[in-house]
């Protein structure tokens, strides 16, 4: 009797004992798939960063906004489309890359004053803009989606505007999660430069010296931009194997000094690169015969370049792409 006791009461401990374990193991499983889940949803999560600091976002926005074609030009660099951008028509006009802009993509006003209730109409889950032209519309920009906000023409120690331009570049791209196609875009970029690096030695180009120049007249007065050294501009000839050999005291943040012809005379045995409109072309008109720009050896030696009137300075990688192009075919087909 007191074996058969003993027996079911030994039963009875390794039955419990059993549901013990088992229960132990379902709360570990139970643990296992809460933080797979959580894993998961933080991973799920985008953090990017802008001027302002850190954005995060829980999936990634599909309806984009631009009001800067900087950031047009990055965006379709990645395949994407924005739904809406400012100034479209004068984009087309300065803008000269592939892809091109969608007809589908809504005009929301100049990018100084964009139309606060367009860009609300097209209910976007990001906006990306230009902090210096934005600063006093930025909570109503916040209150429409939240807003990226960068600096293109960084401040005075703070790095050149080329490497701005591809840092933003990578931070749209985390963004919209297309990390790999933007590494291809700048290691096509790359090529580029190597390519128009090779063409400009095998034409036997020997002065890599230059200067670079925007010009336009001001109440019929001639001016002059130079562009400095963290210009993107001077930094993508750069790449390409010239010298920026233009400098001048003071820091600008967007890239050049406005002067005058006079200034020249202490660069005169550098290449000469210019961008003039045709209908405002100071060098054939107001300073047609005047000594101070016809006895620079540059001028007498043939050593200066013209640019198309449209080339833009200030653009992504794929405007960088068409920049490299223009100036080698400048300077070897003259």
Request: charged share 25%.
């Amino acid at each position: 009797m007191k074996k058969l006791l003993l027996l079911i009461i030994t039963s009875f401990v390794l039955v419990l004992a059993a549901c013990g374990t088992e229960d132990e193991g379902q709360s570990d499983n139970n643990n296992a798939d809460n933080t797979s889940t959580t894993t998961e949803t933080e991973s799920a999560s985008i953090v990017v960063q802008d001027m302002y600091g850190e954005t995060e976002f829980d999936e990634v926005p599909e309806r984009v906004v631009v009001l800067e074609w900087v950031y047009a030009e990055d965006v379709l660099a990645l395949g994407v489309q924005p739904v809406g951008m400012a100034d479209i028509e004068n984009y087309h006009n300065w803008v000269n890359i592939e892809p091109e802009l969608s007809e589908d993509v809504v005009d929301v006003g100049t990018r100084q004053q964009p139309n606060i209730e367009a860009i609300a109409e097209l209910n976007p889950d990001v906006i990306i803009t230009a902090g210096f032209r934005h600063e006093e519309i930025m909570d109503s920009l916040e209150e429409i989606a939240p807003t990226l906000a960068y600096n293109p023409y960084p401040g005075e120690g703070e790095g050149n505007q080329y490497e701005e331009m591809k840092t933003t570049f990578k931070e749209i791209a985390k963004l919209l999660q297309k990390e790999d196609e933007a590494a291809q875009v700048l290691s096509e970029l790359d090529e580029v430069y190597e390519t128009v690096n090779q063409e400009i030695t095998d034409a036997g180009i020997e002065n890599s010296d230059f200067v670079l120049s925007q010009a336009y007249s001001s109440d019929n007065n001639p001016v002059l931009r130079l562009f400095k050294d963290n210009a993107m501009a001077v930094q993508i000839m750069e790449n390409i194997g010239l010298e920026n050999v233009y400098e001048s005291e003071g820091f600008q943040a967007y890239g050049f000094d406005s002067t005058s012809v006079e200034v020249l005379q202490n660069f005169q045995d550098a290449n000469f690169f210019y961008i003039v409109q045709e209908e405002d072309n100071i060098f054939t008109n107001q300073l047609a015969g005047n000594p101070a720009w016809e006895n620079l050896t540059f001028v007498e030696e043939g050593n200066t370049y013209g640019l198309p009137g449209d080339t833009w300075t200030f653009g992504g990688p794929l405007s960088a792409k068409v920049f490299a192009e223009q100036v080698k075919e400048a300077l070897i087909q003259q």
